[in-house]
């Protein structure tokens, strides 16, 4: 089988199809310490795409929460399950040797196997089945927000009530909002799956798509990808999945004036914790070196962002700043070893940083640039012991033409009604 490098690993791995990456790359950044759970984001996209007969328990947006929630229920336990036995079976461990960081590996290296070197290991280099998964049942996939709001039970207190309180960097009784949709992947698990090749990456900006004439229904890819997003249609008898709001990024849309634009679910976040990019990416796939595009900035230099569940091996181009009050194991089966560095990080962030978070939806278009003008220093303070200060820099972001797109000041300005106005809107 074919050998490709996926950065987040560290290291080579097995793939059913040779190298071969695009221009650009898909990709998000969302904060989950902001996220407030409306499902301004899941409806955008349900209304836009999947709202016609047999999408009715289609979701390609969602926002879970953890630890107990998931669309579809328990899909990333049970993949995770499946791993842990595979590597029980070959007596092998699931470990990441972070001392071996370098500058192609900045999370060190993964010792375990993916799901498809599982896969091999299982059924052999002939066998079936190129990617371990499974198949969610009909009623695994009907609750899409099942247990909203359900936290972990407070440890030690009476009836589950805690008379302590709590405090940083770990709550005692927790839970947080997941949002996901398909992750664009560098190694799609979908695709490699899928027996009638109706699955692909464009050149372009490595979207992932399904054919809907080459498709015929077999659902190989709702059972591999472990991220759950290709769904099965009843109706029509084939998959669909998360089609990256393509017109909106090839800047086709009425509204984006020939640049490319945000995602329904992107643009339309009221917690202000998305932001999407498209990365220019080397032949070999790794990323130009591009130090003032945001994504670039907060996934390669600040580290601060983090893929979801690396070690499944697709190479997935979300990548989420991870909640600071969750016990740290279960962020670190989640989001790689990074999860010390990146919550570090966003605690007490550098003046760059906070620059570069005021950007998240202030504009629809997508940026590919910014500049920062330096401010006056605004407030002084320590966090976990060490100085900090905050600066009202301004913070400037440019479109794919280079135009200025938006300019914010890291101190939002304050707008006094005048006395006449005071009741009005
Ligand atoms: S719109 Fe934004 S804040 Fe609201 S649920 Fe979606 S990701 Fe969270
Ligand atoms: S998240 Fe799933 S559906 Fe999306 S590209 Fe990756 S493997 Fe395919
Ligand atoms: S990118 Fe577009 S199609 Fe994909 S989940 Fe978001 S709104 Fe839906």
């Not at 280099?125 to 936290?151: A, C, K, M």
């Not at 400037?396 to 005048?418: F, L, M, N, Q, W």
């Amino acid at each position: 089988m074919p050998q490709v490098y996926n950065w987040q690993l560290g290291r080579k791995m097995e793939y059913p199809y040779e190298e071969r990456h695009p221009k650009s790359q898909f990709a998000f950044v969302f904060n989950t310490n902001r996220c407030i759970a409306c499902q301004t984001c899941t409806m955008a996209c349900k209304s836009t795409w999947t709202f016609g007969k047999g999408q009715e328990a289609m979701w390609w947006n969602n926002v879970e929460t953890k630890p107990y929630g998931g669309y579809p229920q328990f899909w990333d336990i049970k993949t995770l399950k499946l791993l842990d036995d595979a590597h029980q079976k070959a007596g092998a461990t699931m470990g990441w040797e972070a001392g071996k960081q370098g500058p192609s590996k900045p999370y060190g290296e993964y010792s375990g196997m993916t799901l498809f070197e599982a896969a091999r290991q299982r059924y052999g280099p002939e066998g079936h089945q190129r990617v371990l998964g499974y198949l969610p049942t009909d009623e695994e996939w009907r609750f899409p927000n099942i247990y909203e709001d359900t936290s972990t039970a407070y440890e030690g207190g009476r009836l589950g009530i805690s008379t302590e309180g709590a405090s940083l960097p770990e709550h005692k009784s927790w839970f947080f909002y997941l949002q996901r949709l398909c992750n664009h992947c560098t190694y799609p698990a979908c695709l490699a799956a899928c027996p009638r090749k109706a699955i692909y990456k464009r050149p372009e900006d490595g979207i992932v798509l399904i054919d809907q004439e080459r498709c015929r229904g077999y659902r190989a890819c709702v059972e591999a990808c472990p991220y759950k997003k290709p769904m099965y249609r009843p109706t029509t008898r084939v998959s669909e999945k998360c089609v990256a709001c393509y017109p909106r990024i090839e800047g086709t849309d009425p509204l984006s004036e020939g640049v490319p634009m945000e995602t329904r679910c992107m643009a339309s976040c009221v917690g202000k914790i998305r932001m999407q990019g498209l990365v220019k990416t080397n032949p070999d796939g790794s990323w130009v070196e591009d130090r003032q595009h945001p994504l670039y900035y907060m996934v390669k230099i600040e580290k601060v962002a983090l893929p979801l569940y690396p070690q499944f091996g697709t190479e997935p181009n979300g990548y989420y700043i991870p909640p600071r009050w969750v016990p740290r194991p279960y962020l670190r089966q989640m989001f790689g070893p990074g999860v010390d560095e990146a919550i570090e990080r966003y605690t007490a962030p550098s003046r760059e940083l906070l620059a570069v978070l005021q950007l998240f939806r202030t504009t629809q278009k997508i940026l590919s640039r910014y500049e920062i003008k330096q401010g006056p220093k605004v407030y002084e303070t320590t966090v976990n012991g060490k100085p900090w200060a905050m600066y009202n820099d301004t913070v400037i972001g440019y479109d794919a033409k280079g135009r200025e797109a938006v300019s914010v000041t890291v101190e939002e300005p304050v707008h006094v009604r005048p006395a006449q106005y005071a009741n009005s809107i």
